[in-house]
């Protein structure tokens, strides 16, 4: 009994000391063991990687020999970082190079050093360059702060852009032609907010027809022009409209109608948006064919600017009754197609601008003029005003009184003013005074982060509000502001502006196809496959569905036309609507005609831009620029003596051309059973389409439906890829090196919920970049 009690604690210690022999030893030894740069990396670089990336000729422009050094990790950290990113898409080693054994080990051992590099060193957000609003974001600030629909990219140069992007910081600039608009475009806006403008002393009439004798049909003179129309029931035409207010249409329309016509509606559209309808007479046929016409004069507010106005029948079943008729001899009917306009009158509802300007009636005293100033500043500054903003606004108010204008034109002057200010122009981010290098942006700077980010626009009340009071920095409050934000109308931009330039559809504006080979081809065509797209991105950001769904759903949204184009029964008329697909030809992003317009030539399809297409907006790859001199395809031989893939394999037996060709036309090769405009075919002229490619690491298939399917299963490479886009867009900036650490966490949070799209937006709102900046002082780290 003795000896058990002494042995006790004896038996214990020496437990504990085994324990924590058998804890510490395999770490030792796995310390011991561990492998270095020289065991894991350095044999692959001058094996295998030197072989075309050293100092005599790299391939691409790009000499690893520079990176034959454990500290190289951290000195070229942007240089590995793309290494990695190669190797592990399989793109590098080429699939002509046999895979070297100890690649994977290589990979560990890269990964293992850049999370050890990340743990010691602090993370660094970058700084955001002050630029100006952007001309999206000019019209939309001006249209939620005051009432204003201004449209900028009629009166606005063309914004820079770069890295993809038109709303990047280190790119954008003020050409003295921009400043000039600038304080034309204010003092015009001022007065629209305000409903001051001054309207000319008698109407002003335009009228378009499609019929050169409309003018003594609708007796109505002044400025005239030609209509696109397109048969009966339909007329399109673009007019300016000089000045805010209201407008007495005069609408003309040719019809045919049935024995048993159902009432017919007509619809007056602006811009896509439907002002006016009503219902319109039907009369029974004397013969088969019977020309019935329509003339209807109504009144509807019209705003300035350049629009494309729409005259046609607004029902789903007429429409499609009118497409399938006998054509109707207009030339033989005196009565032409057409639209009208007369006016101005002054509006019968003051702009709502006003209302949001003049707070408080600034008759009553000085005390409302002060109120109404630091309102209008505060909301166009985005910020909480002072005595230092608002009391150059109240002497100019002073200064126009006394020179003889209203209070009101004084008022107006001061909103000249604001719309100048750099203050409004530019987001601007300031360091608080003994700021540290890495710090916080203030909430008030962060609710202009996000709602640039998610609505084009400046931040609401609602968002200002709770910025000024500080509890943006409550991330519960944050969370359920991103999700208002989202579920509002305004978060369209994000289809609008981010997709239309991550995907490239701002391009569908500029494309013009051979009218001779793609008779399909034409504005409403064209319009149909921006809306297929844009929709088909909104409705997978706002129903929060995997990004998956962007590589193959087995949905899409169409109208009747796009839906016949795509050789889709049981979809009639203009309306589009959600359509279940068939398993095959359709299926996610890269068979939509607009992605398919947009990467081809006028006249012929491109496995070139479409294979760099794939590799830069989905797989995050792109490929280094063309070398000067390229030789020129022989268009005239495409698709008669020579397949457009006999064309390009010949193209690639130039070594100067093989390099990046290896990578972008296999891909593009998949996506050859679309045209230039996106219709299924299953021949090249005279020859089969031979659809079948491979990604850079080798993975072969067949036709697109097998590539959508391979892309799936490269889901990480595409989720870190449109992370990246989405983050220089919500910041404003290029990805800098040190972003990669915060992409990595992002898409590795992302992974856990699903690829879901709106995580991503969660999780770019809650990164280290978009809610903290470095000092301008700060010194910027080492590349």
Not at 23 to 49: G, H, I, M, W, Y
Not at 99 to 109: E, F, Q, T, V
Not at 136 to 145: A, G, M, P, W
Not at 748 to 770: K, M
Request: net charge negative; charged share 25%.
């Amino acid at each position: 009994m003795r000896l058990a009690t002494r042995t006790g604690p004896i038996l214990l210690a020496l437990g504990c000391a085994l324990a924590f022999m058998r804890a510490q030893t395999p770490a030792a030894a796995r310390k011991e063991n561990a492998p270095s740069f020289e065991d894991a990396v350095r044999p692959v670089l001058r094996q295998t990687c030197f072989q075309c990336h050293g100092a005599q000729n790299p391939s691409g422009g790009l000499n690893l020999e520079n990176l034959d050094s454990a500290d190289s990790l951290a000195s070229h950290r942007e240089d590995w970082g793309m290494v990695l990113q190669r190797i592990k898409a399989g793109e590098m080693p080429p699939t002509t190079t046999p895979k070297p054994a100890g690649l994977d080990r290589m990979i560990s051992y890269i990964e293992r050093q850049f999370s050890s590099l990340d743990r010691n060193t602090q993370a660094d957000p970058g700084r955001i360059t002050a630029r100006h609003l952007n001309r999206v974001e000019y019209r939309n600030t001006i249209r939620d702060l005051l009432g204003v629909d201004f449209q900028t990219a009629q009166e606005f140069p063309v914004d820079d852009s770069g890295e993809g992007f038109d709303n990047i910081g280190d790119i954008l600039s003020v050409s003295p032609l921009l400043a000039e608009k600038y304080f034309s475009a204010a003092d015009r806006i001022a007065a629209r907010a305000l409903g001051l403008v001054k309207l000319p002393p008698k109407p002003l009439s335009a009228s378009y027809a499609d019929d050169e004798h409309y003018s003594e049909v609708v007796g109505i003179t002044g400025n005239s022009g030609s209509a696109h129309s397109a048969g009966t029931g339909f007329i399109e035409a673009t007019h300016r409209v000089e000045y805010d207010g209201d407008y007495v249409i005069q609408a003309g329309l040719a019809g045919q109608r049935g024995a048993n016509a159902k009432p017919v509606i007509m619809g007056f559209w602006m811009d896509g948006k439907l002002l006016h309808s009503e219902e319109v007479q039907t009369t029974p046929p004397k013969t088969v064919y019977f020309g019935a016409y329509e003339r209807k004069e109504f009144k509807v507010f019209l705003p300035e600017g350049v629009h494309t106005f729409r005259l046609g029948f607004a029902n789903d079943e007429y429409a499609a009754t009118l497409s399938k008729a006998k054509a109707f001899d207009l030339k033989s009917n005196k009565y032409p197609q057409l639209i009208g306009f007369l006016g101005p009158e002054r509006a019968a509802e003051e702009p709502t601008g006003r209302k949001a300007i003049l707070i408080c009636d600034p008759k009553s005293g000085q005390a409302c003029v002060d109120r109404i100033l630091s309102n209008l500043a505060r909301r166009a500054y985005r910020r909480p005003v002072s005595e230092k903003d608002t009391a150059p606004l109240r002497k100019l108010v002073a200064t126009a009184q006394n020179e003889g204008l209203s209070l009101e034109q004084a008022i107006e002057t001061a909103i000249e003013a604001v719309l100048v200010s750099p203050n409004f122009l530019f987001r601007i981010e300031r360091d608080p005074r003994d700021a540290p290098p890495i710090h916080r942006v203030s909430d008030v700077e962060l609710a202009s982060r996000l709602s640039y980010f998610l609505w084009s626009s400046m931040p609401d009340d609602e968002l200002l509000r709770l910025a000024e009071a500080g509890k943006l920095s409550d991330p519960k409050t944050l969370q359920a502001q991103v999700t208002r934000l989202l579920g509002d109308s305004r978060s369209a931009a994000l289809a609008d502006n981010f997709a239309g330039q991550w995907l490239e559809l701002r391009n569908l504006d500029s494309v013009k196809p051979d009218p001779d080979k793609f008779p399909e081809w034409g504005p409403e065509m064209r319009e149909a496959m921006r809306t297929e797209t844009s929709m088909f991105f909104d409705h997978i950001l706002r129903e929060n569905q995997p990004i998956s769904d962007f590589l193959d759903a087995h949905y899409t949204f169409l109208n009747e036309q796009l839906a016949k184009f795509y050789g889709i029964d049981g979809v009639t008329g203009a309306d589009f609507r959600r359509v279940e697909l068939a398993p095959g030809q359709r299926g996610g992003l890269l068979s939509q005609a607009s992605v398919l317009t947009v990467s081809s030539y006028p006249s012929r399809t491109s496995v070139v831009l479409r294979g760099k297409y794939i590799l830069e907006n989905i797989l995050g790859s792109p490929p280094p620029p063309p070398p000067a001199n390229v030789p020129a395809l022989d268009e005239d031989s495409v698709g008669t003596s020579l397949s457009l893939r006999q064309q390009m394999e010949r193209h690639r037996e130039d070594p100067t051309c093989a390099s990046c060709h290896a990578k972008m036309d296999p891909l593009g090769f998949a996506l050859e059973n679309y045209n230039a405009i996106g219709k299924w075919r299953t021949t090249d002229g005279k020859f089969p389409v031979d659809s079948t490619g491979t990604l850079p690491d080798g993975t072969s298939f067949t036709g697109p439906a097998e590539m959508r399917q391979t892309l799936i299963h490269r889901l990480p490479q595409f989720a870190q890829c449109l992370t990246s886009k989405m983050l220089e867009y919500a910041l404003g900036r290029g990805i800098e090196p040190s972003d990669q650490r915060a992409i990595a966490s992002i898409t590795h949070d992302w992974e856990a919920e699903g690829y879901r799209f709106q995580t991503l937006i969660y999780e770019i709102v809650n990164s280290l970049p978009f809610q903290n900046r470095r000092a301008e002082t700060a010194k910027e780290p080492t590349r």
